[in-house]
T-cell receptor, first 114, second 115 residues
Framework: ETGVTQTPRHLVMGMTNKKSLKCEQH?????MYWYKQSAKKPLELMFV???????ENNSVPSRFSPECPNSSHLFLHLHTLQPEDSALYLC?????????????FGPGTRLTVL | AQSVTQLDSQVPVFEEAPVELRCNYS??????LFWYVQYPNQGLQLLLK??????LVKGINGFEAEFNKSQTSFHLRKPSVHISDTAEYFC?????????????FGTGTQLKVEL
């Protein structure tokens, strides 16, 4: 595998379910990101991790819980979601050296909450 | 605070015609600007970026953009488009935080190339 991979690519869940999204980067980067992409809205930055430490939480509801066990893996744990949480969730990574480095995106997980 | 405005939500154009996708930004500090492209069912791919130096930036697939500080713009251009350029294009601006970039995106412009 190369670049940034995300699994699953599609997920349908009920409001009472618990599920997790997985992201893996094979680029040797140190920073990882979660974004939410909803129709007709700009991409919203949710979380930033740098060297496994969370450096940004953009006022995301607690029903979204990120986890970064190492610099290559990032998870987004989901529980008791709402229908308005249906969106494309994108993971990205970057060098994380402190400069304006390029973010590389995965293909996303299309989430539908019933 | 920083923000990005993409004035056109959709731009239809015929194949081999030139195209310009508009992007304006606002930021109170030094900016770094990016254009990303998203093909259907895919993530975002970097087209080009402006960090410093020459205001005319060339990217992949024949795209270029010009940074205009006085007009706070970073418009994307291509002299002759192809059907395969049909996609959504996002302009983004970043400021540097304590670790990692904090990208702020525009709402995107859907480019539709027709025969």
């Amino acid at each position: 595998e190369t670049g940034v991979t995300q699994t699953p690519r599609h997920l349908v869940m009920g409001m009472t379910n618990k599920k997790s999204l997985k992201c893996e980067q094979h680029l040797g980067h140190n920073a990882m990101y979660w974004y939410k992409q909803s129709a007709k809205k700009p991409l919203e930055l949710m979380f930033v991790y740098n060297f496994k430490e969370q450096t940004e939480n953009n006022s995301v509801p607690s029903r979204f819980s990120p986890e970064c066990p190492n610099s290559s893996h990032l998870f987004l744990h989901l529980h008791t979601l709402q229908p308005e949480d249906s969106a494309l969730y994108l993971c990205a990574s970057s060098q994380g050296a402190g400069g304006p480095d390029t973010q590389y995106f995965g293909p996303g997980t299309r989430l539908t909450v019933l | 605070a920083q923000s990005v405005t993409q004035l056109d939500s959709q731009v239809p154009v015929f194949e081999e015609a030139p195209v310009e996708l508009r992007c304006n930004y606002s930021s109170s500090v030094s900016v770094y600007l990016f254009w990303y492209v998203q093909y259907p069912n895919q993530g975002l791919q970097l087209l080009l970026k402006y960090l410093s130096g020459s205001t005319l930036v060339k990217g992949i697939n024949g795209f270029e953009a010009e940074f205009n500080k006085s007009q706070t713009s970073f418009h994307l251009r291509k002299p002759s488009v192809h059907i395969s350029d049909t996609a959504e294009y996002f302009c983004a601006v970043t400021i540097l935080t304590g670790g990692g970039n904090k990208l702020t995106f525009g709402t995107g412009t859907q480019l539709k190339v027709e025969l």
